[in-house]
């Protein structure tokens, strides 16, 4: 390992690197790979899990799978062996961790580290990482806690009596044998779906609870042919080829989606097409019809869903639920439903991590205060104004509703591996994005975002926040987002110098600086 311990000057042992990186999903694993190919050797990956993966690791229930083609839900520089077109989760997180393994960088990970605190301190001008075993002190810290990693839980009167097994979605409990019991899922989401076609031939008796229904797609998975899956592995050039068509493919929906909503009517019809196709009931069919446009929420792809919530042994239920009780689901109207067991499929915090209060930046104020003025904003979705130091994978305004998000990570990892690339280059202390860049920024974005199917759809979805703004989505095409991230832009930020450096070199405007081992650039 190389990472440095020194003594602290406290009872616990300190390391101290010039980065941390605090997780190690596809974005956190991501940053370490591109930190060791920099060759910067003094970097430590905080994983509070036992093992790479991140959402991947710990989204382990029965269907889970992605909704990407695994051939784009790739790194582009690890373009994986893959046996069908839509991988399932033991696969991606096997990938992960091979990955992991080829790239030489586990020896860099503190497995069941849990990420206590990180704050910065201005005088040493460094991050302080608590964590549950010591202290880390870091130049540079890297989130990669991604988006989808805390799981949201409903506040339903009476749940905490509920005496069954219950669990969320992401903390699937394989203990539980679900085989014959009368089971409740709530949600039908992205898991939800996954997770109801999975289960319905095994329990007695299956009560999915629906808020709001989703639109769903057709999902053209399958296995890939011997050949085919050789011919992508050997076949000078056919992978990148694949991943180009899938990419492109995926790619034109932007228009519908950010800038002519009205085009998403053909999606809609498909949509429609595929409720009339798969049941039955007319009831069924009303219930299961979205009263908003297609793509104003996540658009669900499922072969299976409806017709398992067909089945016999399956109702579907939108009464809202009023009550948990010891042993059965109470709805609005009144009635009882008795079950064994209750599945949490709810999502996730998204726009409220927890994690946003545990981030304390310059002025000693946690990101989640900072968020809860502002709503979630940050500048190119990477850096946020008084956190200096500090880049943000999957961070404001970088999720997506069409394609890979291992895309727009490899975009922000070019951000940072340039962002390093200067700060080595330019013997720089601290930067910090300017405000006044972060706000133009994200009017800019507001603006953009305006006539897009998910500001104008007619839903209520977790990509807005609670002042109605969308800080959770990218409002164009990511070869766009790709393209704006490739240099660090340093003139807007404001940036000190090390303390030996000459002062003609320093680059920006920056804030006076307190740094004890930094000092003021000057233009
Ligand atoms: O969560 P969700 P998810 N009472 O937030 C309902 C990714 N993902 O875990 O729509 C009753 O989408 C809520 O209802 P409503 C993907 O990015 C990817 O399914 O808010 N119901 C909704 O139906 C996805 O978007 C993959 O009205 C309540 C559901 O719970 C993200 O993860 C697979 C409720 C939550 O849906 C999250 O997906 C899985 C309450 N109090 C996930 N609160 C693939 O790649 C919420 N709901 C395939």
Sequence with gaps: MTVRSEKS?????????????IGSGFSGLGAAIKLKELGTHSYIVLERGAEVGGTWRDNTYPGAACDVPSQLYSYSFAPGDWSRSFSRQPEIQAYLRNVAQEAGVLDNHLFNCEVNEARWDEAAAQWVVETSQGRVTARFLISGVGALCEPALPDIPGIESFSGEMFHSARWDHSADLKGKRVAVIGTGASAIQIVPAIAPDVAHLDVYQRTAPWVLPRFDRPYFGIERWALRHVPGLQRLARAGIYAARETQVVGLAKAPKLMAGLQALAQGMIYAQIRNPELRAKVTPDFRIGC?????????????????????????????ENSVVTADGTEREIDALIIATGFHVTDSPMFAGIFGRDGRSLAAVFEENGMQGYKGTTV?????????????????????????????????????????????????????????????????????WMTGGCASWYLDKHGNNTTLWPGFTFSFRSMLKNFDAENYGITVMADTPETRTPAQAEPATAATGKKASR
């Design 9 to 21: 000057g406290t009872k616990t042992a300190a390391r101290h690197v010039d980065v941390a990186v």
């Design 297 to 325: 929420k996540r658009m669900l792809i499922s072969n299976a869903y409806y017709p398992a919530l067909d089945r016999e042994n399956v109702d579907l239920v939108t009464d809202r639920i009023a009550e948990v009780r």
């Design 385 to 453: 104004a008084g956190f200096p130091n500090l880049f943000f994978l999957v961070g404001p305004n970088t999720g997506l509703g069409h394609t890979s998000m291992v895309f727009m990570i490899e975009s922000q990892l070019n951000y940072v591996v340039d962002a390093l690339k200067t700060i080595k280059r330019d013997n720089i202390a601290t930067f910090e994005v300017s405000p006044e860049a972060q706000a133009s920024y994200n009017a800019s974005l507001q603006e953009q975002l305006k006539p897009t199917v």
